[in-house]
């Protein structure tokens, strides 16, 4: 059973940085893609970021490019999300994803699996 455990969630004024990490269980990390989406209270899970399997290729959504930055190490089988010069329209609760292989994760259905949630929100 694979597990994805988001950490590093909470309130920070605008203009503020928050780094997420997400921690994976399972041996078989390193051969999938990994992303981050997030989902304000009233609209639909959208997609942020996301990362092949070796961190060679990012992806980026267009309203976090320049700010946000995923990465991932493959030895502690953990997925980062730094997010700069935050917004308050980047508050929402931020999900990590597994994909279903190991590039390709740049919509709900291409997800395997997902984490529980961090929220994170931004003040004006």
């Known amino acids: 059973q694979v597990q994805l455990l988001e950490s590093g969630g909470g309130l920070v004024q605008a203009g503020g940085s928050l780094r997420l990490s997400c921690a994976a269980s399972?041996?078989?990390?390193?051969?999938?893609?990994m992303g981050w989406f997030r989902q304000a209270p009233g609209k639909e899970r959208e997609f942020v970021a996301a990362?092949?399997?070796?961190?060679?290729?990012?992806y980026l959504a267009d309203s976090v490019k320049g700010r946000f930055t995923i990465s991932r190490d493959n030895a502690k089988n953990t997925v980062y999300l730094q997010m700069n010069s935050l917004k308050p329209e980047d508050t929402a609760v931020y999900y990590c994803?597994?994909?279903?292989?190991?590039?390709?994760?740049?919509?709900?259905?291409?997800?395997?699996?997902w984490g529980q949630g961090t929220q994170v929100t931004v003040s004006s």
């Open positions: 990362i092949s399997w070796s961190g060679s290729t990012t």
């Open positions: 994803a597994r994909g279903r292989g190991t590039y390709g994760l740049g919509s709900s259905a291409d997800v395997g699996h």
């Open positions: 399972g041996r078989t990390f390193s051969t999938y893609a």
